[in-house]
Each structure stands twice: as C-alpha cells, then as structure tokens.
C-alpha cells in the first residue's frame, strides 16, 4: 500500500525513505537531507530530498532537479511518485538493484 507523506512530516518521511532503500546502497538521513545512493559496481542511481523539497534524481538516462511537496511511497511496485502543485515525477528502483537485494536476503 503506498503511503503519501508531507515534507513537513520530516521524520517520518526520513524513516519511510530509509525502508524504502534499505539495503539498496548508500542511504543517509539527516534533519537537512535523505539520500540515497546505489553501490559502485551496480547500476548508478541516486535520489535525495532536501528539507526545502528539492529533489534530485540520477538515472543512468536522466536526471532531474525540482522542487516538491509530498512524496507517495510504494514498496510494492518499487516507485516513489514526488508530488507538487503543477508537476509530478516518478522515480523507479531499477531491477537489478532488487535483484541483488532478493539474494542478499
């Protein structure tokens, strides 16, 4: 089930995003700012929130820079949908770093 959390929601936003990528790669929460960070050797990926809602995403195609409101988790489908006023973007786990997640565990 997805859960949509407001940047105002600090800490439960930050203990969402660091379920969410639990072992994914990197993962670093603050009061200033959630990041995470794929491991060298898989695929290059990133994706962080800053406290002012600015969003920064890497992909191995594109990458964006914007700023949102509220955030809508969805472990299932491995997706984090950003939500603003005006715009939307959808960020997506790529496949092999939940392939070597399964095998981990």
Not at 13 to 21: G, R
Not at 37 to 44: A, F, G, I, L, P
Request: with cysteine; glycine share 4%; hydrophobic share 35%.
């Amino acid at each position: 089930m997805a859960e949509r959390i407001a940047r105002a929601q600090w800490t439960n936003l930050a203990k969402t995003f660091t379920e969410f990528f639990d072992g994914l790669g990197v993962v670093n929460a603050d009061k200033e700012l959630l990041s995470f960070h794929s491991h060298s050797h898989h695929v290059q990926t990133g994706f962080s929130i800053h406290s002012n809602g600015l969003v920064n995403a890497s992909m191995p195609l594109h990458g964006l820079q914007s700023k949102f409101e509220e955030f809508e988790f969805h472990p299932t489908s491995h997706l984090i949908i950003c939500h603003a006023e005006a715009s939307t973007y959808t960020y997506k786990v790529p496949d092999v770093l939940l392939t070597n997640r399964r095998q981990r565990s």
